[in-house]
C-alpha cells in the first residue's frame, strides 16, 4: 500500500500528470457476508477489489480484462461511485469524488456514464426508445421544451446510427445490437466525458460486435470521449483499448500498451489467458504456444497467501506463498505484479 | 473413415401464430466416425434446431421434423419409434448443453444420476455402477471423485459441472456426442480445459463430436470439418483448413473479416457485416444473405443458390463463389469493378503503425 501509484511516479519524472482524466489509488471493496436471523453481523468479506491503482489518460481508452468474478465490474462501479469503496481513492479530472456528497456527485455524474452488458434486461421494457434515450435529459434538466427534447433524441439515434422514427417503438422491436446503440445514445445524452463500457459487446454476435467496436471508436473520436472499457474477450480489447489491464482475483496484475502486453506479457497469467484464446485459423492456432492452466480460480472469500495467483502458476517458487506482490514497472510503462517477472527487482 | 451418420434434407419448422419459422431448411451433410464437426452460425440460424433434430427432441407442437432422413449407422432414426429411439439417445448418441444445470437433476446426488443410466444402459450392477460413477467423475479431471460423487450438482461450480456433463454424455461409450455451446458460458481458461477434454476423451474412444458454437476460434482449433449455417440452412462446407484459407461465400469472408485478430497487427478499422440475419418468418426471394452482401448480383434477388462443389470436399451456396476465395479475405472487393450493389461501408485493412 506505500507504493507510489503510477501517476504519481509519471508525474515524478515529468510525465504527462495534466493528461489524467480517472484515477484509482488503492481501491478496496469488500463485500460483507453476513449471518443472523434478526442480528446481521459480518462473519467473511469477499475481497471484490483489493488494493487496485491505475489511471485513465484523457481521450484514451483502458482495456480492463479478466475471468468473471475478479472483480471487473466492482471496480467500474466503484468508480462510478455506485459503490462506496471499502479503502482507496478515486479522482476525478483532478478532484477526489470518493467520499463526496450525494448532491455534488449528481454533478459529477452526468460526467460518467455506464453501458451495460446485457442489451435486454439494461432497457426498461414498457419505455419507448426515445424515453429511453431521453430520461437523462429531463432528470439533469438539458432540455428547455419538448422541441427540443424531440431534436435531442433525434440526433442522438442519429450518432448511434438508428433512424430518428424509431424513437416511438419499444426495446422488444429491437435486435440485440440495435438495443446495444439505445444503451449507448443513452449514455451519450448527457455529454458526458468518461463512459465505462461494462462489457458491452460480450452478448453479441461476431458481426454486430463489429459494429458495435465500430460505433464505439467513432463516438470517442467525434465527442472527445475517455473509455474504461471491460471485457473478457482479449482480441476485442485489443483492438480497441490503447492500453490494457489485465485483473486476476480482485488484483491488477499487469498493465501495458496494448501491443506491449499481447507482444511482451510479463506476467504468468496474461500468458496463459492469451494462450487460451483460439486464432481463428487452423494452421496458425495450430503453431502456437498452449498453456493450460490447473483448477479453477479460488474463491475471493478466502484469497490464497502471498501471490493470490499461485496455486495455478506454472512457474510458482516457494516465495510466491508468501511475497504479496506488487505492481511494478518492470519496463518503460509496462507493470506487472509478479515477483519472478524480469526488471521487478528484489522482493 | 465410415460414415457414422448421414443427415439428408433435413426440414425442421415451428408452427407459430405469427407463421411458419423454417429454423432448418434443407440440411444435408455426414459425420464420419471419429471426426470433430464444427457447426457455426449467429444466433438464431437454427444450429440448436438441428441439433435437437438429430436427437428427435423438437418440442411438438409448436415443431415437427416436415421432412429429411437421419441415416444413423444407416438406419434412418426418424423412422423408429420413440422408444427405440430413447434407446439409441441413451447408449448410442448423446448431447452436452450450454448450461448443465437444465440436464442435471439438482435434488440427486451424481453417484445417483450416474449410477442409474448405467445401470439402465449397460446393464450394471449397483456396485459396479457406482465404481463405475467415480472412475468417470476422475477421467473427467473432477478431483476428489470419491468424495464429489455423493455431492448435488449445486455443490459444483460452471466449469466442474460441465466436466460432470460430459461424464454422463460418455457414461454409456456413445458412438456420437453432439455439445451445444458447451463453452459459452465459461471463462477462457476453464473453456481450454474443457475443450481440450473433450477432444482427448473423443479421440481416446472415437467417438464423433458435433461441436456447435459461435465461436470461430473454437472451431480452428477443435474441429475437423465444419458447416457454416445461415437462415436455417447450411451456406458453406469443407474441412476447417480450406474453408478458413480458401472461403468461398460471402457470410464466412464476413465473418472471418470481422473478428478482430490477436496474431495479427491490429487494423484501424474493423469491417463488420452490416445489417441482421433476416426475420426466418418472412425469408426473402432468392438468397437470403442477400441484403447483407458485399457481392449481390441481380440474379441474387431472384434465385436462391443451392450447396454446390467449389473444391474437393468444399461446398458453398453462393452464385459467386467462384470469384471468392484466399484473396477475398485480404482486401476488399473493388465495388464498381464487380458491379456489387452493396450497403457495406469501406474498411480500412492496413495496419496501423506501431506506436
Ligand atoms: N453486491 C455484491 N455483494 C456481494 N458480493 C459481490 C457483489 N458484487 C460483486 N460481488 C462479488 O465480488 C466479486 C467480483 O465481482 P464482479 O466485480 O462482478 O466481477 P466481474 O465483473 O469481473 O465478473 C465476485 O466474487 C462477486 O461474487
Ligand atoms: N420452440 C420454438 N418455437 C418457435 N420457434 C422456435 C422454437 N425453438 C426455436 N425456434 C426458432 O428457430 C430458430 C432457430 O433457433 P435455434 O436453433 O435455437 O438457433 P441457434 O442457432 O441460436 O441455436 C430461431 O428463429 C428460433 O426463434
Ligand atoms: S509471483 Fe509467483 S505465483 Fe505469482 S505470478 Fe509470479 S511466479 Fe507466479
Ligand atoms: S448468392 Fe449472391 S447474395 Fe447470396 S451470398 Fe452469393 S453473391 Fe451474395
Ligand atoms: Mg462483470
Ligand atoms: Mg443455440
Redesign the interface.
Known amino acids: 500500500m506505500t507504493t507510489m501509484t503510477e501517476a504519481e511516479q509519471l508525474g515524478e519524472r515529468g510525465g504527462q500528470h495534466g493528461d489524467i482524466l480517472v484515477e484509482v489509488k488503492n481501491l478496496q471493496m469488500y463485500f460483507p457476508v453476513t449471518a443472523g436471523i434478526i442480528f446481521q453481523r459480518a462473519v467473511a468479506q469477499i475481497k471484490a477489489v483489493d488494493d487496485v491503482s491505475f489511471f485513465v489518460r484523457k481521450g484514451e481508452t483502458l482495456g480492463l480484462v479478466g475471468?468473471?468474478g475478479c472483480g471487473k465490474t466492482t471496480t467500474g462501479r466503484c468508480i462510478l461511485q455506485l459503490y462506496k469503496p471499502t479503502g482507496g481513492q478515486v479522482m476525478f479530472d483532478g478532484q477526489e469524488i470518493t467520499g463526496m456528497s450525494t448532491r455534488q456527485m449528481r454533478v459529477m455524474r452526468r460526467q460518467m456514464q455506464v453501458i451495460f452488458q446485457d442489451p435486454y434486461s439494461s432497457l426498461n421494457p414498457r419505455m419507448t426508445a426515445g424515453n429511453i434515450i431521453g430520461e437523462p435529459l429531463i432528470v439533469h434538466g438539458l432540455v428547455n421544451s419538448k422541441e427540443e427534447y424531440r431534436e435531442r433524441v433525434a440526433e442522438l439515434l442519429q450518432n448511434v446510427g438508428l433512424n430518428p422514427y424509431m424513437a416511438d417503438r419499444f426495446p422488444h422491436e429491437f435486435?440485440g445490437?440495435?438495443r446495444q446503440r439505445i444503451g449507448v445514445a443513452r449514455a451519450l445524452s448527457v455529454d458526458p466525458s468518461f463512459i465505462v463500457c461494462d462489457e458491452p459487446v460480450s452478448a453479441l454476435?461476431?458481426?454486430?460486435?463489429?459494429?458495435i467496436?465500430?460505433l464505439l471508436?467513432d463516438l470517442q473520436e467525434q465527442f472527445d470521449l475517455t473509455y474504461l472499457f471491460i471485457a473478457?474477450d482479449?482480441?476485442?480489447v485489443?483492438?480497441i483499448s490503447n492500453r490494457v489491464a489485465v485483473m486476476y482475483l480482485g488484483h491488477i496484475v499487469e498493465i501495458a500498451?496494448?501491443?506491449e502486453i499481447?507482444q511482451n506479457p510479463m506476467h504468468p497469467y496474461t500468458r496463459?489467458?492469451?494462450s487460451?484464446?483460439?486464432?481463428?485459423?487452423?494452421?496458425?492456432?495450430?503453431q502456437?504456444e498452449?498453456i493450460?492452466?490447473s483448477g479453477?480460480?479460488p474463491s475471493p472469500l478466502n484469497p490464497p497467501s502471498g501471490c493470490v495467483f499461485h496455486p495455478r502458476c506454472p512457474i510458482a517458487i516457494d516465495s510466491c506463498t508468501s511475497v504479496t506482490p506488487e505492481l511494478r514497472e518492470v519496463d518503460s510503462g509496462h507493470w506487472a505484479a509478479c515477483i519472478q517477472s524480469p526488471g521487478y527487482g528484489a522482493y | 473413415m465410415a460414415t457414422l451418420l448421414e443427415v439428408k434434407d433435413l426440414r425442421t419448422h415451428f408452427f407459430t401464430f405469427e407463421g411458419v419459422v423454417k429454423a432448418v431448411d434443407g440440411v444435408s451433410y455426414e459425420v464420419e466416425e471419429g471426426e470433430t464437426l464444427g457447426l457455426v452460425g449467429?444466433?438464431g440460424c437454427g444450429k440448436s434446431v438441428s441439433a435437437l433434430s438429430l436427437m428427435r427432441l423438437i418440442p411438438d407442437p409448436p415443431g415437427k421434423i416436415v421432412s429429411g432422413e437421419l441415416l444413423f449407422e444407416g438406419e434412418d432414426i426418424l423412422k423408429i419409434d420413440m422408444d427405440d429411439m430413447r434407446r439409441i439417445r441413451g447408449a448410442k448418441m448423446s448431447m452436452v448443453f450450454q448450461e448443465p444445470m437444465t440436464s442435471l437433476n439438482p435434488v440427486l446426488t451424481l453417484e445417483r444420476q450416474l449410477s442409474e443410466t448405467l445401470q439402465l444402459h449397460r446393464g450394471m450392477s449397483r456396485e459396479e455402477s457406482r465404481n463405475e460413477a467415480v472412475d468417470l467423475l476422475a477421467r473427467v479431471g473432477i478431483p476428489d471423485a470419491e468424495r464429489r460423487v455423493k455431492q448435488y450438482p449445486h455443490q459444483f461450480?460452471g466449469?466442474?459441472r460441465q466436466r460432470v456433463m460430459i461424464a454422463m454424455a460418455l457414461s454409456c461409450n456413445p458412438r456420437l456426442i453432439i455439445a451445444d455451446e458447451p463453452t459459452t458460458a465459461l471463462?477462457?481458461?476453464?473453456?481450454?480445459?474443457i475443450l481440450?477434454l473433450m477432444k482427448s476423451l473423443t479421440n481416446e474412444f472415437g467417438v464423433s463430436l458435433i461441436i456447435i458454437t459461435?465461436?470461430?476460434?473454437?472451431?480452428?482449433?477443435?474441429a475437423d470439418r465444419m458447416n457454416i449455417m445461415y437462415a436455417g440452412k447450411i451456406i458453406e462446407r469443407g474441412t476447417?483448413?480450406e474453408v478458413?484459407?480458401n472461403p468461398r461465400h460471402p457470410y464466412t469472408v464476413?465473418?472471418?473479416k470481422?473478428?478482430?485478430?490477436?496474431?495479427l497487427p491490429?487494423?484501424a478499422?474493423?469491417?463488420?457485416?452490416?445489417g441482421?440475419p433476416p426475420d426466418l418468418i418472412n425469408l426473402p426471394q432468392g438468397c437470403s444473405f442477400r441484403d447483407r452482401c458485399r457481392w449481390a448480383v441481380d440474379k441474387c434477388a431472384t434465385d436462391a443458390p443451392v450447396l454446390e462443389l467449389v473444391n474437393d470436399g468444399h461446398w458453398s451456396a453462393c452464385w459467386r463463389s467462384e470469384d471468392l476465395g484466399a484473396s477475398a479475405l485480404d482486401f476488399l472487393p473493388d465495388l464498381d469493378e464487380i458491379g456489387a450493389a452493396t450497403n457495406g461501408s469501406a474498411a480500412v485493412e492496413e495496419s496501423e503503425e506501431?506506436?
Not at chain 1, 454476435?205 to 459494429?211: E, L, R, Y
Not at chain 1, 483460439?278 to 494452421?283: E, K
Open positions: 475471468e468473471s435486435s445490437g440495435q454476435d461476431v458481426s454486430i460486435q463489429a459494429q467496436v465500430n471508436e473478457h482479449l482480441s476485442v485489443r483492438h500498451d496494448r501491443n499481447y496463459a489467458l492469451l487460451a484464446v483460439p486464432i481463428p485459423d487452423p494452421v496458425i492456432d495450430a502456437r498452449r493450460l492452466l479453477e480460480v | 449467429e444466433s461450480s466449469g466442474m471463462d477462457v481458461t476453464i473453456q481450454a480445459q481440450e459461435h465461436n470461430l476460434g473454437v472451431v480452428a482449433r477443435y476447417a483448413r478458413y484459407s464476413g465473418l472471418l470481422s473478428v478482430p485478430r490477436l496474431d491490429r487494423r478499422k474493423l469491417d463488420p457485416i452490416e441482421q506501431e506506436n
